[in-house]
């Protein structure tokens, strides 16, 4: 998953740190002319932006983003992404397994996530290893699918668990079962349009992987 919102918020976050102006105000900029992220997804991504600017003494920058956020949110703009995200979450729910009840009621902003690596591609990214902003790296399992979405399940890895997960010493369950898991819809463009944040163990058993299942090229895990 690719986003627009994870592009932006590197380069902005990469300007700040270098001190450099200008740059950091022409990626901001970025975010208006790409045609994305929207509805909570741009408020938490200038968010981002304006909590990163201010302590590195950039207040003009800090300021744009918070003048741009209390603009954004009177905007018709908001509301029909707003309508939008809630339309597809409720035809997401009509298509996919129906164990996703389980999924919190709330919902929160797609995490900003670049996809370093694929592990595995069955007709599309089924596993991937995906890096945020602040370096962080994330576990991605496409769990669920209809004719417009996938539902992927986003947990932080650490190094060590990686190399485990190469060498076929930890099974993928282990990997992404973490307190703090994102679940995400993104189109076929793999642009997020919903997101969850759960403790994957309240998941349903049927949208997990396989206890005993392993990165492939590895057999299962026998008890």
Same mark, same amino acid.
């Given at each position: 998953?690719? =986003?627009?919102a ?5 380069a902005?976050? =990469?300007a ?5 102006h200008?740059?950091?105000?022409a990626?901001l900029?970025?975010?208006e002319?790409?045609g ?6 741009y408020?938490? $991504?200038?968010?981002?932006?304006? &909590? ?10 800090a300021?744009?983003a ?5 603009v @954004?949110?009177?905007?018709d703009?908001y509301?029909?992404?707003l309508?939008?995200?809630r339309?597809?979450?409720?035809? *997401? *729910?009509?298509q996919?397994?129906?164990t996703?009840?389980?999924l919190?009621d709330?919902?929160?902003p797609a995490p900003?996530l670049?996809? $370093?690596?694929v592990?595995?591609d @069955?007709n599309g ?7 945020g902003? &602040?370096?962080?790296? @994330?576990l ?8 417009g ?6 947990a932080p890895?650490t190094?060590?668990e990686?190399?485990?997960?190469h060498?076929?010493? $930890? !099974?993928?369950?282990?990997?992404l079962?973490?307190p ?5 819809? *993104? ?5 997020p ?5 759960? &403790?994957? =163990?309240?998941?349903?058993e !049927?949208d997990?992987p ?13 008890a």
């Amino acid at each position: 998953m690719e =986003t627009i919102a994870a592009r932006i918020l590197s380069a902005v976050l =990469t300007a700040i740190k270098q001190q450099q102006h200008e740059a950091a105000f022409a990626a901001l900029q970025d975010a208006e002319e790409l045609g994305g992220p929207e509805g909570d997804d741009y408020v938490a $991504l200038m968010e981002a932006v304006r &909590d990163a600017a201010a302590p590195a003494g950039m207040q003009a920058l800090a300021e744009d983003a918070a003048t741009r956020i209390t603009v @954004y949110k009177e905007s018709d703009g908001y509301r029909q992404a707003l309508q939008r995200a809630r339309e597809i979450a409720a035809q *997401a *729910a009509a298509q996919m397994r129906p164990t996703w009840i389980l999924l919190p009621d709330q919902r929160v902003p797609a995490p900003c996530l670049h996809t $370093l690596s694929v592990l595995a591609d @069955y007709n599309g990214p089924q596993i991937v290893v995906a890096q945020g902003p &602040d370096g962080a790296l @994330y576990l991605g399992v496409a769990s669920d699918e209809t004719p417009g979405l996938v539902r992927w399940l986003y947990a932080p890895i650490t190094e060590a668990e990686l190399r485990s997960l190469h060498a076929g010493e $930890l !099974s993928l369950r282990a990997a992404l079962v973490k307190p703090r898991t994102y679940v995400v819809d *993104a189109d076929r463009e793999e642009m997020p349009v919903a997101a969850w944040l759960c &403790d994957a =163990t309240t998941l349903h058993e !049927s949208d997990l992987p396989q206890p005993a299942a392993l990165l492939p090229g590895h057999a299962p895990v026998v008890a």
